[in-house]
């Protein structure tokens, strides 16, 4: 196995990096123990959510023991597999466009989350920064001073520096068993860093990562994988890895180790974005109610923001001006929390909970038919809760987000305040193609944009002639050249 975590690109750590990156690997085995030599039987089967509309098939991991040979299951020729962890939703978000194009392709997308692998050292591992996260996260919704001093110097400093590489590459090693029994040969696309920083130390031939964010942060290397990136600001940010090691100037990523390709978009929404903007522009002229979605993430932060919107919005509903979606994911209890805390809010809502079929049925018919009141929607399982937000973007007019991975997504939105200082540079880049706007970064300001959208028509179609103005351009078609490099590296 290399070492990772002494030389990053070229560039040396000191000694008290390293040390500092056994010492954390080290915790984690004695605490989650280190099962490197096991082996892990590997089988595949279709995804019971999301199988039939992305050809999904699950990478599923047995007990320690006598493994299957290598490859039983896979398609070779055709498979790619999709590495992924939860971790709030985006991650799973984008692995889903990257499955969606590879299905568009003609090839078989193989799921392999490895925050799903309960009996493992890599899930243990996972979940435990997993909920040192989302515990972040929702703190820094609630407490300004935390937000300040905690939570946005780690995200916007902590992450970007090299030290912080240097030990993940360590923490990764205790993670490649998952790896085992999967094909060598068969690529890798990483949604996260840990998925590709596993496969190249568990010996996978053909790995990318696909950076999500557009702020560069050294949390997203994986040397020895083809990293990618969504815009040509990340690009320059990571071929001289700016900033990671402070002032000093650093040895710069190789040419052949970064690409740019443009934004992860599924194929459904790429395939669909002049009929969807059209249908948003034909909406606004013949004065039907406007519609906004509400997407609320994995962490479950912002619900002060939302229910501000909603009292905002409900007047207007009930004079049937605007008609709101609201996806609470899998946390059906902020949506009793906004039940109870909007007087109103009950009486002009249909739920749509926990009924997948349901969900898809009046995401279709709401593309052509019309929409009023509220629909609130809530799954148990995460693909649903995750996927649903897509469902509901063809049709809505504006989503209403946090700057994250949604910042990329081809549909008017409107960005409220962002969740670790890394994201704004999702917005200023959606703001500056013009398909979003700037960020929101309190209540006041995020209802002003609400009353624009409603009552200035040009601000809608504005960014939708954008969309289709980008599309032509290939700013959305970053999940197929991802597919693609990952192919053509097996050649």
């Known amino acids: 196995m290399s070492e990772r975590s002494k030389v990053i690109f070229g560039n040396p750590m000191p000694d008290a990096v390293y040390r500092k990156a056994v010492q954390s690997k080290r915790k984690y085995a004695k605490k989650f123990g280190d099962d490197s030599a096991a082996d892990y039987p590997v089988s595949v089967e279709k995804n019971g959510h999301i199988g039939d509309l992305l050809g999904v098939m699950d990478v599923r991991l047995g007990e320690d023991g006598s493994a299957p040979d290598a490859g039983e299951g896979f398609d070779i020729e055709k498979g790619i597999i999709v590495g992924n962890i939860r971790m709030g939703f985006g991650h799973y978000r984008i692995s889903m466009a990257i499955a969606s194009a590879a299905n568009s392709m003609g090839y078989v997308p193989y799921w392999m989350d490895l925050n799903s692998y309960r009996h493992t050292t890599c899930t243990k591992v996972i979940s435990a920064q997993n909920d040192l996260y989302s515990l972040g996260s929702r703190l820094s919704g609630k407490s300004r001073l935390f937000n300040k001093l905690v939570w946005e110097p780690m995200n916007y400093e902590g992450f970007r520096k090299l ?134 993430g994995g962490a479950g932060a912002q619900k002060e923001i939302f229910a501000a919107i909603i009292k905002y919005l409900l007047p207007l509903i009930q004079k049937d001006k605007a008609a709101l979606y609201v996806n609470v994911g899998d946390y059906r209890s902020v949506w009793e929390d906004l039940e109870r805390e909007i007087p109103g809010l009950k009486e002009v809502s249909t739920q749509h909970f926990n009924d997948w079929e349901e969900t898809k049925k009046f995401a279709g018919e709401a593309l052509e038919q019309d929409v009023h009141g509220v629909h ?8 649903e809760a995750v996927y649903c937000t897509n469902l509901l973007m063809r049709s809505c007019d504006v989503l209403v987000t946090k700057p994250s991975e949604l910042a990329f997504y081809p549909v008017p939105k409107l960005f409220i305040k962002r969740v670790g200082g890394h994201e704004q540079w999702g917005a200023i880049h ?54 693609e490099l990952a192919k053509r590296r097996t050649n």
Not at 189 to 200: D, E, F, L, N
Not at 376 to 383: L, Q, R, T
């Open 163 to 296: 030290s912080y590489n240097a030990s993940d590459q360590k923490n990764a090693e205790l993670m490649a068993a998952v790896y085992r029994n999967v094909p060598k040969d068969i690529p890798v696309v990483a949604t996260h860093v840990w998925p590709a920083q596993a496969a190249v130390h568990a010996g996978m031939r053909h790995v990318v990562n696909a950076i999500p964010d557009n702020w560069p942060m050294a949390l997203h290397l994986s040397e020895g994988s083809l990293h990618t990136v969504q815009t040509h600001f990340a690009y320059q940010g990571y071929r001289i890895l700016n900033g990671m090691k402070g002032k000093e100037v650093l040895e710069p990523m190789p040419d052949s180790d970064l690409v740019y390709t443009g934004h992860y978009i599924d194929h459904e929404l790429v395939s669909n974005i002049e009929n969807d903007c059209a249908r948003r522009i034909r909406r606004r002229e013949e004065e039907k109610p406007f519609r906004f979605l509400l997407t609320i």
């Open 376 to 383: 609130a929607f809530w799954h148990e399982n995460i693909f």
């Open 430 to 483: 959606s703001a500056e193609i013009g398909d979003g706007t700037l960020e929101c970064r309190d209540i006041p300001h995020t209802l002003q944009m609400i009353r624009l959208f409603i009552k200035d028509s040009s601000l809608l179609a504005d960014m939708c002639g954008n969309i289709v103005k980008n599309k032509e351009a290939g700013i959305y078609d970053g999940a197929y050249k991802v597919v």
